[in-house]
């Protein structure tokens, strides 16, 4: 069933916001000092979730520290000591970034074909999420293969520091674009060096040294320019500069000296996964340190399983994977998202606890977001009380873009219209998504699935649901940032219709006492706009207002009229206003429905303003 937020009801004593550091063979007193919760209230957690403890001294498992911080209400962040481990050298992890349209994806499939495994597998490869390109020298490079910035933010807000170094592709014949300067931006926020593939280079019109320029007019500390920013340049149709630009990537690396513990237990990110119908939910991961080993019980963000299978990229079979190498697993019981962090726990027992525990700490800060959101824009939002609601089920191709799609749709939220994730998932439209859709009157979105069959199409059709398919994150935007605003309702709001001034002023006397008192009439032009009777004007002296009330009478002529147009004399009555004066201003008032907008600005962030 469509999930229903609950009526606001303002959360408990908990610290939503605080995040606390955890580590394996903390004690109690130290989790205490932590999350600022008292010995006796954590010893209380620690007996409902069965663990013994017979002192505050005593050291406890980093499993059971997270459970117990996550009773109490605080995020953690595990600490992965390497602390008297060997650490050995690793590849370097690499995401490519760029303007739309600059070769992002040309460049990786560029590289993904100069890789010795896809060689050897007859340069078939599957999509993982991620490929390792290994070099005859025996060095290797791993790429994630989601190019774009939903994802890689997406990833950075999770928590995994997953990229090591930064592609940026800039196609040599159009420079520097708002998404070269957002991909700079999201380098520099998450401190991760750049290294600059001008692309395109075999176009009459590149022009490299043009953007070099350019970029170093951003701020970029190019190499050419006696910076430490490397810059190649590479044309990924013509594969021409790949061999350096891979070279440069590893220089950078060596220059980082990124290394890796490779013994003992695993610590991994996911940076993709999908449902296979066969398989089930299926996670690329990145190993961070240690070697993650089939068999193993695992968690995974709120998931849980038993690897029951790790395969390479070029879907081999594998006993286990080290640092900086992309697998996908298989044997997980739900589907992770990206960016959620791997561990491997001791037992069945553990894992089901601790994702058990990460489940409910996820839904109770879901809960909370929800009502905050709704109390935020409820205050914000007084006089134009009116406020509609959109549900929206989003289905993409693979968890990260269902994270970065749903991320973007959220920002669409406003005052008028509360954007309301109903329901996410992987794969294509299905009949189940139409029947959820007509119960909760949503509208579908799809992103970069294939086209839903056409019994899909007609059902939603029939139960007028809105199907919005796009491949271009953008075009989504602009699309569902149009529905927000023709959905809204708009707050009301005066303008003036029409504007004249007084030129002569005229009383009707010794009318009869059933007529009622004398009446003064206003003789205007009309200088701007219109003037409709039955509407509410306004008497503005030196641009005071002095009378403000409905028009009761409005004559051309002798003639009652409806309406009169600029330019045109008349004469005019307000209800109870006698004091008019020659050189008065009378503004005639009307009341109209100002919709939000839908404003997307250069570098392709988009809003709605209300
Ligand atoms: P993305 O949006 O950044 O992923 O860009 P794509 O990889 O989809 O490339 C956009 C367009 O540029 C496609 O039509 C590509 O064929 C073309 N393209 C990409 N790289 C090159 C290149 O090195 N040379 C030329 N001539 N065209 C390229």
């Not at 999930?3 to 606390?20: A, F, H």
């Not at 300067?181 to 520099?188: N, S, T, Y």
């Not at 963000?301 to 992309?326: F, H, N, Y």
């Amino acid at each position: 069933a469509p999930y229903v937020p609950p009526k606001q009801k303002q959360v408990g004593k908990s610290y939503p916001d605080k995040t606390i550091e955890i580590f394996e063979g903390m004690t109690i007193r130290e989790l205490a000092k932590r999350t600022g919760a008292t010995i006796v209230s954590l010893q209380e957690i620690l007996m409902n979730v069965g663990e013994k403890i017979d002192s505050e001294f005593d050291p406890i498992s980093v499993d059971i520290a997270e459970l117990v911080a996550m009773e109490v209400g605080v995020n953690v962040r595990r600490l992965h000591s390497d602390e008297g481990a060997t650490l050995q050298p690793r590849s370097p992890v690499v995401t490519v970034m760029g303007h739309v349209d600059h070769g992002k994806t040309s460049l990786l499939d560029a590289l993904r074909e100069t890789s010795v495994a896809a060689k050897e597998a007859g340069g078939i490869t599957q999509h993982l999420g991620a490929f390792v390109v290994s070099m005859p020298s025996g060095a290797s490079i791993t790429f994630l293969d989601t190019p774009g910035h939903a994802a890689f933010s997406a990833m950075r807000a999770r928590g995994a520091a997953v990229t090591d170094i930064v592609v940026l592709v800039v196609a040599a014949d159009d420079g520097v674009m708002p998404q070269t300067l957002e991909a700079m931006r999201h380098a520099k926020a998450a401190n991760v060096p750049v290294v600059v593939a001008i692309n395109k280079c075999d176009k009459p019109a590149a022009d490299p040294e043009r953007v070099k320029i350019q970029l170093g007019s951003e701020g970029l500390h190019l190499e050419d320019l006696g910076g430490d920013v490397q810059v190649v340049e590479v044309s990924a149709i013509t594969k021409s500069g790949l061999d350096r630009l891979e070279e440069a990537l590893l220089l950078q690396a060596e220059m980082m000296d990124l290394k890796a513990r490779i013994d003992g237990p695993a610590q991994a990110y996911v940076v993709e996964a999908r449902l296979d119908r066969g398989r089930g939910p299926l996670a690329t991961a990145i190993i961070k340190s240690g070697t993650l080993i089939c068999g193993q019980h695992i968690v995974v963000g709120g998931e849980w399983g038993r690897i029951r299978a790790i395969r390479d990229m070029v879907g081999k079979l594998t006993e286990s994977a080290k640092p900086a190498m992309p697998v996908e697993i298989e044997g997980l019981r739900g589907l992770p998202m990206a960016g959620d962090d791997i561990v491997v726990v001791d037992s069945e027992e553990r894992a089901r606890m601790l994702s058990n525990g990460r489940k409910k700490k996820l839904e109770k800060d879901r809960l909370r977001k929800v009502s905050e959101e709704r109390i935020e824009t409820q205050d914000t939002s007084e006089e134009a009380s009116e406020r509609v609601e959109l549900p929206i089920i989003v289905k993409a191709d693979v968890q990260g873009t269902v994270q970065a799609v749903t991320d973007a749709l959220r920002s669409l939220n406003s005052p008028q219209v509360f954007v309301n994730i109903v329901h996410v998932g992987v794969g294509p439209i299905s009949h189940s998504d139409i029947d959820l859709a007509q119960a909760c009157d949503a509208c579908i979105v799809g992103f970069n699935i294939r086209s839903p069959s056409s019994s899909i199409t007609l059902a939603a059709n029939q139960a007028n649901i809105k199907l919005c398919l796009h491949r271009i994150i953008y075009h989504l935007l602009e699309e569902m940032g149009n529905l927000i605003v023709d959905r809204a309702p708009g707050t009301s709001e005066t303008q003036v219709a029409g504007e004249a001034e007084v030129l002569g002023i005229f009383e009707l006397k010794g009318r009869s006492k059933s007529k009622g008192p004398d009446v003064k009439i206003a003789g205007c032009r009309v200088l701007d706009g219109r003037f409709t009777k039955s509407s509410t004007v306004r008497l503005l002296r030196s641009g005071e207002i002095m009378f403000e009330g409905s028009c009761v009478s409005l004559k051309r002529e002798k003639q009652d009229v409806e309406a009169v147009g600029k330019g045109n004399d008349c004469g005019l009555v307000i209800q109870d206003c006698d004091d008019y004066r020659i050189g008065d201003v009378i503004q005639c008032l009307e009341q109209v429905k100002r919709k939000p907008k839908f404003i997307s600005s250069e570098s392709g962030a988009v809003r709605i303003e209300c």
